[in-house]
T-cell receptor
Framework: DQQVKQNSPSLSVQEGRISILNCDYT??????FLWYKKYPAEGPTFLISISSIKDKNEDGRFTVFLNKSAKHLSLHIVPSQPGDSAVYFCAALDSNYQLIWGAGTKLIIKP | KAGVTQTPRYLIKTRGQQVTLSCSPISGHRSVSWYQQTPGQGLQFLFEYFSETQRNKGNFPGRFSGRQFSNSRSEMNVSTLELGDSALYLC?????????FGPGTRLTVT
């Protein structure tokens, strides 16, 4: 059973608009959530994270929101730029410091 | 393969001192990230290094710095220690889609 789910395999957004990537999780004991960005043929790079004791973290154009009661987090990118086209992975850190990954969402920014 | 190793595992320092923590990633991993975990703030991202270059940095003061060597080993340094720097410092190494955390260094500032 997937503990971290990214239900949208892909998302297409117009340049300049907001991109919203969603992630759901099942384990209420997760302490920390991370978003990674991955270009083809490269490893994932850390993007932004949020601790389970917070509900929002912002870094430039990227904001992550955490709704613990709904076990849902989302990554907002505003405004979206062509360079944002990549696969975005949501990951949760369990109490043993193991990362549980989502399947990823491919974001395509249209010019 | 051996896992991520961090040294020392425990450290006690006094305010005003500086400290250097070390992390050896899994062999072949080029990316190393550092995190601080405290009861009040939870887990927070410090910085990430890839092939000796800092690729990402969290919102920490300049007292926190790091570096990565050509063999991918990484060090982080905290100068002018404050009581609030007492925390568990975690290092993670990654390559492609795998990320592994080390056991952490427990720093206590008195």
């Amino acid at each position: 059973d997937q503990q971290v789910k990214q239900n949208s395999p892909s998302l297409s957004v117009q340049e300049g608009r907001i991109s919203i990537l969603n992630c759901d999780y099942t384990n209420s004991m997760f302490d920390y959530f991370l978003w990674y960005k991955k270009y083809p043929a490269e490893g994932p790079t850390f993007l932004i994270s949020i601790s389970s004791i917070k509900d929002k973290n912002e870094d430039g154009r990227f904001t992550v929101f955490l709704n613990k009661s709904a076990k849902h987090l989302s990554l907002h990118i505003v405004p979206s730029q062509p360079g944002d086209s990549a696969v975005y992975f949501c990951a949760a850190l369990d109490s043993n410091y193991q990362l549980i990954w989502g399947a990823g969402t491919k974001l395509i920014i249209k010019p | 393969k051996a896992g991520v190793t961090q040294t020392p595992r425990y450290l006690i320092k006094t305010r005003g001192q500086q400290v250097t923590l070390s992390c050896s990633p899994i062999s072949g991993h080029r990316s190393v990230s550092w995190y601080q975990q405290t009861p009040g703030q939870g887990l927070q991202f410090l910085f990430e290094y890839f092939s000796e270059t800092q690729r990402n940095k969290g919102n920490f003061p300049g007292r926190f710095s790091g570096r990565q060597f050509s063999n991918s080993r990484s060090e982080m340094n905290v100068s002018t220690l404050e009581l609030g720097d007492s925390a568990l410092y975690l290092c993670a190494s990654s390559e492609l889609d795998r990320v592994y955390f080390g056991p952490g260094t427990r720093l206590t500032v008195t």
